[in-house]
């Protein structure tokens, strides 16, 4: 009764045509309830989650340890009075400082991915006092002016023009064309270290390090986006772990709450945070760092070094995309290639109309998969760490059914 009513109440005050898209995506249901990777909608009807909120469900849906944090933040102390000490936000911040790389210290907490990207788009500003930045074509930082300002792709920025002023977009991966781009009017270089929404884009091994190299050389700061690579999604604690950079600045955010709180992190190095030292209130945020989301991401640092979840999301994932290349050796005429790290799996198709259908027909065998949002013509995964081999094993074969019936009509699509 209450599922129409839901759906009702999307069509007359949210957005009738996103309850369309999902009615006619074959969502037609509310979810009810989640754990680890099963999401139980309003039917009782169970779905395996592949998508992982977009990057937010490293540690599945509710891990009870990090629920428990949260729990006893509840009860004591849920919302930060902002004048005295905060207990929880220190943990965090020191917890963040001893697993990022490098020289990045001092943090500032937000909500959000794209606040984490304002911030350090800002603190970059202040610190060198240039005002211009360099970003990548394609990439995704957010939907607030700046980190759109940032973000790569017309479709979503055009409608909000004028965005700020300074920035210049290359060619991801190409680290000449980055050196090209970056002066000595640039505050600093944006990048992800693996681009996410853009269709899950591995960069050309060195690039980020050599990135850092044209950074320091026109003393330019480094700004790692590490939003969706960050909290061991690709198999290391940080995306630009994989080359052992060390950016000047990062954005955390998604998996940092451990799939329980919204909480984003602007981190910093101790050169990279100067001016907010001389100056600390030049930058606040209301719920920023309040105890319930600190909780959870002290819990969720716990829990990920307890649960041993680098290795594992490292080896689940190897073992997910070895599985999706057989399948895309078998099927070419739909996938042609299979690429990631860890547990962040793009399947590039064919043909656009691919997406949608195979989105679809997973949907319909009761398994979440979604493409990315700068590019339909991927899929992807981005499953759980925690998510174990048979059910890995499960998804594969469900996948496979899906990529034949695909593969039956692509040239229709
Ligand atoms: N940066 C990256 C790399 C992202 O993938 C995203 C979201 O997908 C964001 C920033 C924005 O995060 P949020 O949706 O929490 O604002």
Redesign the pocket.
């Given at each position: 009764m209450y599922v129409e009513e839901t759906i009702n109440k999307y069509e007359k005050y949210i957005n009738p045509a996103q309850a369309k898209l999902f009615r006619f995506m074959g969502l037609d249901s509310v979810e009810a309830e989640a754990s680890g990777w099963i999401i139980k909608d309003s039917n009782g009807k169970e779905f395996i989650d592949c998508l992982g909120g977009?990057g937010m469900f490293a540690l599945g849906h509710r891990h009870p340890k990090v629920v428990e944090a949260v729990e006893q933040a509840l009860h004591t102390m849920p919302m930060c009075g902002k004048v005295l000490f905060n207990r929880q936000m220190a943990d965090l911040a020191e917890a963040l400082a001893d697993i990022t790389p490098g020289a990045l210290q001092y943090s500032f907490f937000v909500n959000?991915?794209?606040e984490a990207?304002e911030g350090c788009l800002k603190v970059a500003r202040l610190a060198t006092k240039r005002t211009n930045f360099v970003a990548a074509k394609n990439a995704?930082?957010?939907k607030t002016m700046g980190?759109l300002t940032a973000t790569g792709r017309d479709l979503y920025r055009d409608p909000f023009k004028p965005l700020l002023s300074g920035f210049t977009h290359v060619e991801y991966g190409d680290a000449d064309a980055l050196a090209a781009a970056v002066d000595e009017n640039t505050a600093a270089v944006i990048l992800?270290p693996i681009q996410?929404?853009g269709g899950i884009i591995v960069p050309p091994a060195g690039y980020l390090a050599k990135a850092k190299e044209i950074c320091q050389a026109k003393g330019a700061l480094l700004i790692a986006?590490e939003?969706?690579t960050g909290m061991g999604r690709t198999g290391k604690w940080f995306g630009v772990d994989h080359e052992g950079v060390e950016p000047d600045l990062m954005?955390c955010?998604?998996a940092l709450g451990g799939g329980v709180m919204p909480i984003?992190a602007i981190i910093g190095t101790p050169d990279a945070w100067k001016g907010l030292i001389e100056a600390p209130f030049l930058h606040t945020s209301t719920f920023g760092g309040n105890q319930l989301a600190c909780a959870a991401g002290v819990a969720a640092i716990k829990v990920m070094k307890e649960e041993n979840l680098l290795e594992r999301g490292s080896e689940a994932g190897a073992y997910l995309k070895a599985g999706l290349e057989k399948i895309a050796a078998e099927f070419p005429s739909v996938i042609t290639e299979v690429r990631g790290r860890g547990m962040m799996i793009g399947i590039e198709l064919t043909k656009e109309g691919a997406g949608g259908m195979l989105m679809s027909l997973m949907i319909m065998k009761n398994i979440i998969v979604a493409y990315t949002l700068n590019n339909p013509k991927v899929i992807r995964m981005e499953p759980p760490l925690i998510m174990p081999k048979e059910v890995i094993d499960h998804v594969l074969e469900a996948f496979r059914d899906a990529v034949a019936q695909t593969a039956d009509v692509i040239e229709d699509l």
């Open positions: 977009y959000s991915g794209t990207v995704f930082h957010g980190s992800e996410g929404e986006d939003v969706q954005a955010a998604k984003g």
